[in-house]
Nanobody, 116 residues
Framework: QVQLVESGGGLVQPGGSLRLSCAASGITFSIYSMGWYRQAPGKQRELVAS???????NYADSVKGRFTISRDNAKNTVYLQMNSLKAEDTAVYYCHAWRSGRGDYWGQGTQVTVSS
């Protein structure tokens, strides 16, 4: 059974930092591209950042220079380091795994709230 379990969300003040983690099980983690998505109330889910099996990263324009995605294949974990957080970063953040021909998987989400 595939599981993606996010952690690290919470309440943080504007300008603060958080690091999200997503631990994967039930898949051969190293062969999956990984991503972080977010969904704010009343808005569509959007891609925040992604990382390929080879470590190539991609970011939404709104988070470039502030967020960093990384992966540790030995720990089957992908991370999202979020710095200089803004109120508009408030959302539920979801971990996503995908590989062509093998389908894709989602985590349950973790809430990030940026507020003073």
């Amino acid at each position: 059974q595939v599981q993606l379990v996010e952690s690290g969300g919470g309440l943080v003040q504007p300008g603060g930092s958080l690091r999200l983690s997503c631990a994967a099980s039930g898949i051969t983690f190293s062969i999956y591209s990984m991503g972080w998505y977010r969904q704010a109330p009343g808005k569509q889910r959007e891609l925040v950042a992604s990382i390929t099996t080879g470590g190539i990263t991609n970011y939404a324009d709104s988070v470039k220079g502030r967020f960093t995605i990384s992966r540790d294949n030995a720990k089957n974990t992908v991370y999202l380091q979020m710095n200089s957080l803004k109120a508009e970063d408030t959302a539920v953040y979801y971990c996503h795994a995908w590989r062509s021909g093998r389908g894709d998987y989602w985590g349950q989400g973790t809430q990030v709230t940026v507020s003073s």
